[in-house]
């Protein structure tokens, strides 16, 4: 039925769009960490707020794509449930692009030898969140969606861990060192932000079960 | 010329301070307004507030009424249709019209119904009527149905497809637009459905215009949609626009089903 074939369509645009926010949330993470570990140039900063800026462009077009298919094609069951998750799920992502950038403002002058261990842990948490968007991108492609929830907790779990240890090696840092306090100190908010986005990406896949079952399940 | 998803649309039809008025009682107030070529629009209001009256209009198919009288201009492709020149006849062949309910002629079998119009204005070419009776049923979606019994009465078809019967026969007399007055209140959701199927099939030959109680049926098939408030044209926008962001306070409590 063309009336079918008008939603499909529609609802398709807007995966598509889901998809490109994960992408650019993937390459915002990945070089703001980069750029931290002072890889990357000075310029890889404006790049990152380049596309902090297209996640939102991205993002209010999902929203209005969404809205729109709400009012006009009234979509019932999963369609509902996918229109209701990805406007949630394209919130997350928009907020995950807006801590990826603070998370580069934090630049910290130098990490010394001291802190390699910190610096060793924020690689693994940023190896462990864009695995986590890559399976949220599967579930959602393919609708494939068996232990999404336990590979998530379990990776977010990870981070959490890595979160804690880091946390604890920076406060003992910081009680003995009088020098560089400054750039432990922007290390701890960068942890920090990276174990809320990890929390985020979890929770991302508790909404494509949600599409997928029509029930919800808490993953953290 | 407009963009509508990147597309340029051509005015089709443009009203220019249209008013109605049935004895003293102006049922439609100074409308100005475009339609535009290949595109559904969709008239919406509450009961008496004159859509009906509106698209009688649109094809001189208020004259007809008694005590109807017309004020203002209806262009067509540009030629004010209301010319003292212009025969209602002709325009009514290049503006089609659909009713709420199925009306297929009685008396007539499935083929004449369709061809009807063809033959009071003297084609009797059969091989040319035959091949108008396959083709306007088959881009009702009706030939498979209807195509071993053309010569039984037309009434004897379901309600949806004696609609699509009667979209068939106005279609036979190749109009550019077609105006529906609900066409679909008198049927069941299917049929409703698969009839709203057909406008978005027939929106890429025709210009259509339709009246609708139905609001969640002008958001779902139409690309513009005008609302209506005692004779007057309060919004007409964009189907997507007017249904996330109506302008006036009227149009939204409309849409909201506060009244109707």
Redesign the interface.
């Known amino acids: ?3 079918r074939i ?1 939603l499909e369509k529609a609802l398709q645009s807007i995966k598509e769009k889901v998809f490109k926010l994960f992408d650019i949330t993937k390459q915002s993470i990945c070089l703001s960490i980069r750029y931290l570990l002072e890889e990357e140039e000075r310029s890889a900063l404006e790049r990152i707020k380049d596309l902090e800026k297209k996640s939102d462009i991205v993002n209010l077009d999902i929203q209005e794509e969404c ?2 298919v709400l ?4 979509p019932v069951a999963k369609d509902a449930r996918f229109v209701i998750a990805i406007m949630e799920i394209s919130s997350f992502f928009e907020r995950i692009n807006d801590l990826s950038l603070e998370v580069s403002e934090l630049h910290p002058a130098k990490i010394d030898n001291e802190l390699s261990i910190v610096r060793d842990n924020i690689m693994w948490m940023i190896k462990r969140i864009t695995h986590m968007i890559d399976i949220n991108e599967e579930g959602l492609r393919t609708g494939k969606i068996v232990d999404i929830d336990k590979k998530l907790m379990e990776l977010d779990d990870d981070i959490d861990r890595l979160f804690e240890a880091s946390k604890n090696y920076l406060i003992e840092y910081l009680k003995k060192s009088r020098e560089n306090v400054e750039d432990a100190v922007k290390l701890l908010y960068i942890i920090r932000h990276l174990e809320r986005i990890g929390d985020i990406v979890a929770k991302t896949g508790s909404r494509i079960i949600y599409i997928e079952r029509g029930r919800w399940v808490f993953i953290k | 010329m407009i963009l509508l998803r990147g597309i340029h649309l051509r005015t089709k039809i443009r009203t220019e301070k249209l008013s109605v008025w049935y004895g003293s009682f102006q049922a439609i107030k100074d409308i100005t307004m475009e339609v535009y070529e290949k595109t559904i629009t969709a008239i919406i209001g509450p009961s008496g507030c004159g859509k009906s009256t509106f698209l009688r209009a649109l094809n001189r198919m208020i004259e007809i009424i008694e005590g109807a009288r017309v004020e203002g201009r209806v262009y067509l492709d540009g030629k004010n249709i209301y010319d003292p020149d212009v025969d209602p006849v002709d325009i009514r062949s290049k503006i089609g019209m659909v009713f709420q309910k199925p009306n297929p002629f009685p008396h007539l079998s499935i083929y004449d119904n369709i061809v009807i119009g063809l033959k009071l204005r003297g084609i009797r070419d059969k091989r040319y009527l035959d091949e108008i009776v396959e083709t306007t049923l088959k881009k009702v979606g009706l030939w498979d149905d209807v195509k071993d019994k053309l010569f039984e009465k037309g009434i004897k078809l379901s309600g949806g497809q004696q609609q699509r019967l009667c979209i068939a026969r106005a279609l036979a007399v190749n109009p550019e637009v077609i105006l529906l007055d609900e066409p679909t209140s008198a049927l069941d959701p299917i049929s409703a ?2 009839i ?2 057909l406008l ?2 027939l929106k890429k030959e025709y210009t259509i215009v339709l009246v609708t109680h139905n609001i ?1 049926q002008a ?3 139409s690309d513009y949609t005008a609302f209506l408030y005692y004779g007057e044209l309060i919004e007409y926008e964009r ?2 626009i007017l ?2 962001t109506p302008k006036h306070r009227i149009t939204e409590q409309y849409l909201e089903g506060r009244f109707g």
């Open positions: 039925m063309a009336m008008g809205m729109t009012v006009r094609q009234q | 459905l698969k709203e199927d978005l099939e969640q958001a779902r098939i189907t997507d249904f996330k």
